[in-house]
């Protein structure tokens, strides 16, 4: 197929069973879309300072790192991955040390992919190397910074991938989400897919305090949709289908809810990168909270 | 008038597994081995539950879902997931139930049975 938006992904996994649901869609993708995959792993964190010895993230062993080691690495990888890799797929393995965050993003510097995919936070135990080390998530981290669109496949209900047919843009209508929706009508357009475009009205944050009516609710669903229409209807309309709600309620709820009603194969999203990582994935920002818990990939642009 | 299962599966042991479970407790059992299949022999005999896994040949047991609910004759069938797959437990959100193979035959008659009331 020619469809050149993804030629080129970073796919970052641990090669443990926390990044399978991930790996399902990442070599889906790459051979649907004929990409070249970079499979990335940040084998371990330095013990100390700049010591060559290692906190292996799999085996959680401290190792000494030669180039032995990172040639075993590199096999072991090849080898957990054996179901995947033939020789019609075009793939790289690629092993780095230090924090994953840092060298993931190191990493997208210099391949330049079009697109980088992780695996969610699980919080299984072999992720409790990265969580010991690093303040915040990888996750957080590299989507925030990345310049390239992350999607990130996180509950293993996301990875039953067959396919993008049904696109899902969630938008509050900032420059970012303008970005987002540039991406999301490309992507719909090579691929043909159907695109719905949403926005969740908050009625919690905005109006702490005060009750609206229901009336006003509905005034404002009304405003918001008049927004989608003149913002984004003139570009859709070159779509084979599209749809425009909005829905009041928690906005990652909404979002979440609004994309399984429509059966998304993918969610597009703006990540606010002005705002600072937080502790914590499950206190973080909307757009973290649909990553976790939506039942699709989800594709975050942050520039 | 006996109730009709829709089984699609594409593992030739387990759809004969099923069928026999269900003929042998009384409920007609038809077969599919994919989405596509799947789907016309669901619109031809109008089955009163269907049993799903999730990985099929092409298309994915989650987009047979995705078309049967958007038939009007067909979405409101009951569907049950039998998968093989870690965590396919809400890979199809609106499932009855699902189960993961090697499954308890029991536990998913009595599922079965309560569907089918």
């Known amino acids: 197929m020619g469809f050149d938006m993804f030629k080129k992904i970073l796919f970052a996994t641990s090669a443990t069973g926390a990044s399978d649901h991930a790996a399902r869609v990442a070599f889906n993708i790459a051979r649907s879309y004929q990409s070249h995959l970079n499979i990335f792993h940040v084998m371990g964190i330095p013990s100390r300072g700049y010591s060559q010895v290692v906190v292996d993230v799999k085996t959680k062993e401290h190792v000494d790192v030669d180039e032995d080691y990172l040639a075993w690495v590199t096999e072991d990888i090849k080898t957990y991955y054996e179901k995947y890799l033939d020789e019609s797929l075009d793939y790289s393995i690629d092993v780095a040390v230090g924090l994953p965050a840092r060298e993931i993003l190191r990493q997208a510097k210099n391949l330049k992919p079009d697109l980088i995919l992780l695996g969610g936070s ?13 303040v915040g998530s990888t996750l957080q981290k590299v989507a925030k910074s990345a310049n390239c669109p992350v999607l990130v496949v996180n509950r293993p209900a996301a990875s039953f991938w067959g396919g993008l047919s049904n696109i899902v843009f969630g938008t509050d209508f900032s420059k970012t989400s303008d970005k987002a929706f540039d991406f999301a009508i490309k992507v719909a357009k090579a691929l043909d897919c159907e ?31 008049r927004k989608i229409r003149a913002r984004y209807e003139p570009r859709l309309k070159e779509l084979k289908g599209y749809s425009m709600d909005v829905w009041e309620g928690i906005p990652f709820i909404e979002i979440v809810k609004y994309a399984r009603d429509k059966h998304a194969d993918l969610l597009i999203m703006a990540h606010h990168s002005r705002r600072a990582v937080s502790e914590d994935i499950r206190l973080g920002g909307n757009v973290e909270q649909v990553i976790v818990r939506a039942g699709c990939p989800v594709i975050s642009i942050n520039k | ?106 536990e998913l008659l009595k599922i079965v049975k309560e569907t089918l009331i």
């Open chain 2, 1 to 106: 008038m006996k109730k009709k299962i829709l089984v699609i599966d594409d593992d030739l042991n387990i759809r004969d597994y099923l069928v026999s479970l269900f003929n042998d407790n009384g409920y007609d059992a038809y077969v599919a081995g994919d989405v596509k299949e799947g789907f016309n022999v669901a619109k031809k005999n109008k089955p009163d539950l269907i049993t799903l896994d999730i990985e099929l040949p092409g298309e994915w047991g989650p987009r047979f879902y995705r078309q049967l609910s958007q038939d009007p004759e067909l979405k409101n069938i009951p569907v049950i997931v039998i998968s093989g797959l870690s965590g396919h437990q809400y890979a199809v959100v609106n499932a009855v139930a699902s189960f993961t193979k090697p499954f308890d035959r029991d």
């Open chain 1, 195 to 225: 695109l719905s475009v949403f926005h969740a009205l908050d009625i919690t944050a905005l109006h702490a305090g005060k009750m609206l009516s229901q009336d006003e609710i509905e005034q404002q669903i009304r405003e918001s949709l």
């Open chain 1, 122 to 134: 699980t919080g299984d135990e072999d992720e409790s190397v990265y969580k010991k080390s690093s």
